[in-house]
């Protein structure tokens, strides 16, 4: 079945430092991979998303993420964490539906944490 | 443009009581989503509509769970005889039809069962 891990749970860095949050996924064709970020009382905004070609891709606030089919990974970069980057970060696969949709499937989430 | 709306933000309910959840996607999306995010279960998708069809139910938990979209546009989730496990934060998405399409989502409705 398709899924996707985020291994940690919790994270904390302190701000100007680097951040990798860890994206495993299992899916059987061509995974259309996905990272939201969700601050405490709202929705999920979209980062970044990665279809096809470049496997290092760049998104919104100075995120990027690399695809390794390899190691079936997703996983999200940033060079210096902002104490606005304060939030639960979560990754996603979308899965085809019966009708031409398509529905995410997300991993349980990894709570960012910045210190001053 | 105006984003993903939903209505109410919050809502508290007595055990057994219908309640009702809107959603306003955004305007010309012809996909719509509903989620679910609670404590025990994540993230997890409830029901797809295209157009005012809903072709994949396969989330609902249950047949208290019902949804409808009229006129291409509003969704209403209904849960009916609600029970304190269906507390949980409810979303909504909307997206253009391809796979490749981002699900753009509202902030949410906070249910709360007594």
């Known amino acids: 079945a398709q899924s996707v891990t985020q291994p940690d749970i919790h994270i904390t860095v302190s701000e100007g430092a680097s951040l990798e949050l860890r994206c495993n996924y299992s899916?059987?064709?061509?995974?259309?991979l996905f990272w939201y970020v969700q601050s405490p009382g709202q929705g999920l905004q979209l980062l970044l998303k990665?279809?096809?070609?470049?496997?290092l891709v760049q998104g919104i606030k100075g995120f990027e993420a690399e695809f390794k089919r390899s190691q079936s990974s997703f996983n999200l970069r940033k060079p210096s964490v902002h104490w606005s980057d304060a939030a639960e970060y979560f990754c996603?696969?979308?899965?085809?539906?019966?009708?031409?949709?398509?529905?995410?499937?997300f991993g349980t989430g990894t709570q960012l944490k910045v210190e001053l | 443009g105006a984003g993903v709306s939903q209505s109410p933000s919050n809502k508290v309910t007595e055990k057994g009581k219908d309640v009702e959840l809107r959603c306003d996607p955004i305007s010309g999306h012809t996909a719509l989503y509903w989620y679910r995010q609670s404590l025990g279960q994540g993230l997890e998708f409830l029901i797809y509509f295209q157009g005012n069809s809903a072709p994949d139910k396969s989330g609902l938990p249950s047949d208290r769970f019902s949804a409808e979209r009229t006129g291409g546009s509003v969704s209403t989730l209904t849960i009916q005889r609600t029970q304190q496990e269906d507390s949980a934060v409810y979303l909504c998405?909307?997206?253009?039809?391809?796979?490749?399409?981002?699900?753009?989502f509202g902030p949410g409705t906070r249910l709360t069962v007594l």
């Open positions: 998405a909307s997206s253009f039809r391809q796979i490749t399409d981002t699900q753009y």
């Open positions: 899916y059987g064709a061509t995974p259309y």
């Open positions: 990665y279809f096809s070609g470049d496997t």
């Open positions: 996603a696969v979308t899965i085809p539906l019966t009708g031409g949709g398509n529905k995410l499937t």
